[in-house]
């Protein structure tokens, strides 16, 4: 029948089409012509979501505080112990001792934030990928953005740059489980990768696998691989749960950082992230 | 297919488009929002057939992918592959009842976004988001039906197809 074969032509064409840009866009390099369409149209379309953003953020608000009722009050009686069970060590010497080690923690990330060059920028949208967890910025390579920049808010790292158009960017946000980021626990000084799961914890892996890790702990970028500069807040282990069978642990942390509230944030312009740096270098 | 529900299906996709890029990333509930590209291909595949979801599929996909950052091209042929097998599951019902776009959303939900994870496994991706049911996939299939609860009857109201038309002819006493 005609038609039919009309149809199955159809079909055909479109499922080549598919495959055939599936495969060019894999073998291309991000400088390729596939590439440059997409930050072309990142470019244009970031505006029109930071339009529809502003429109929308009263209404987002109010359902993400709806959705937050319960947790905020189950985070409200944590805090509460929290605070209890800190008044009671307050007074050992011991703790004294540690938070004196911590405060001279603090001014070391303070000296190192001071050599730390940001360029402020507004989030004007976000992943429409159901298996992504990207935010999209309005600031792009004519402000000095690059590749794998480290993208931060003063409660602690939210994720790198992965997408870089002239005047807009992707943030692929520490959650999201294509992110790998070098960490240290500040308590033990054991250092691993943090990944992402999708999910609003991460997960840590230690180097070491006889790590003793404790639920508490505060995790931040270790420097290595060459992404992030070292010392910046990340998280707080909430759950260490050892596996039968010889499989890995799950050291969950929970990020400081509150995503579903993100307005504003700070991209790390210099020191540039290595990987770049050799990248340009050859 | 008329010149004039043509170009309904054509704004209708770019419509989709906009919402899905602009306003529906406002609306995340639990980390999901709806696919609306999916629900208007699944839905034109119901009133026109296989061949038409599967063009609209492809045409809002494509869009979805230019502005995305993900591979090119994946998001194209998962959503035409979904709205192809959904005019083709179609054909075994012989319903012009909203239950039946409602099913079939929420069947290829799970097979749009499996198709998705499938190619770039293929691929060869590496550090592929965990495969989740309960989390994701259940969720963006409950959105996705809620979304064809408001989409499938403007739908309706601007395609009165002549299938339907011949249908309420030959109904007895339908005059």
Redesign the interface.
């Known amino acids: 029948m005609p038609s039919s074969r009309r149809n199955r032509t159809i079909l055909i064409v479109i499922i080549i089409v598919c495959i055939s840009l599936v495969t060019l866009y894999v073998r291309e390099s991000d400088t390729g012509p596939l590439h440059k369409i997409q930050n072309f149209f990142l470019d244009l379309l970031s505006p029109i979501s930071n339009f529809f953003s502003k429109i929308f953020k009263p209404v987002k608000d109010g359902i993400v505080n709806l959705f937050h009722l319960p947790s905020l009050s189950k985070e409200k009686r944590e805090l509460q112990k929290e605070v209890a069970t800190l008044r009671r060590q307050a007074g050992e010497s011991r703790e004294l001792e540690a938070q004196v080690e911590e405060l001279k923690k603090l001014l070391h990330w303070s000296e190192t934030n001071a050599q730390l060059d940001t360029v402020g920028a507004d989030i004007v949208g976000q992943s429409p990928s159901n298996w992504q967890r990207l935010m999209i910025v309005n600031k792009g390579s004519s402000s000095g953005v690059k590749k794998y920049m480290s993208v931060v808010t003063e409660e602690g790292l939210t994720g790198r740059i992965i997408s870089v158009g002239s005047r807009s960017s992707v943030v692929q946000l520490i959650t999201d489980s294509r992110s790998g980021i070098g960490a240290r626990d500040l308590r033990n000084r054991e250092t691993g990768i943090i990944e992402g799961r999708n999910e609003d914890t991460m997960r840590f892996v230690p180097m070491n696998d006889e790590a003793v890790m404790q639920v508490g702990d505060v995790m931040v970028t270790s420097g290595l691989g060459g992404t992030s500069p070292p010392g910046i807040v990340i998280g707080k282990v909430t759950k260490v749960k050892k596996r039968a069978a010889g499989l890995a642990r799950l050291v969950e942390v929970k990020p400081f950082v509150r995503f579903s509230r993100l307005d504003k944030v700070l991209i790390i312009i210099t020191p540039e992230p290595e990987s770049v740096i050799l990248k340009e270098a050859q | 297919m008329s010149r004039n529900r043509q170009l309904f299906i054509a704004g209708a996709v770019l419509l989709a488009f906009?919402l899905?890029?602009?306003?529906?990333?406002?609306?995340?509930?639990?980390?999901?929002?709806p696919?609306l590209i999916l629900v208007v291909a699944v839905v034109v595949a119901v009133q026109e057939?296989?061949?038409e979801g599967?063009?609209v599929g492809?045409c809002g996909g494509m869009l979805?992918?230019?502005?995305?950052?993900?591979?090119?091209?994946?998001g194209?042929?998962s959503e035409?592959v979904a709205a192809?097998m959904a005019g083709m599951l179609k054909e075994f019902f012989m319903t012009y009842s909203i239950l039946l776009p409602v099913l079939l959303v929420f069947i290829f939900t799970f097979l749009e976004?499996s198709v998705?994870?499938v190619?770039l496994l293929m691929?060869g991706q590496?550090?592929?988001?965990?495969f989740?049911v309960l989390?994701?996939i259940l969720p963006?299939a409950l959105y996705n039906v809620l979304a064809v609860l408001v989409v499938y009857p403007v739908f309706r109201r601007f395609s009165f197809t002549q299938k339907e038309e011949s249908l309420i002819l030959a109904k007895p006493g339908g005059g």
């Open positions: 906009i899905q890029i602009a306003v529906m990333p406002q609306f995340k509930l639990f980390g999901v929002q696919d057939g296989p061949v599967a063009i492809f979805m992918d230019i502005v995305g950052p993900q591979v090119m091209g994946i194209a042929f035409t192809f976004l998705n994870q190619t691929l590496e550090n592929l988001p965990p989740n989390g994701v963006a």
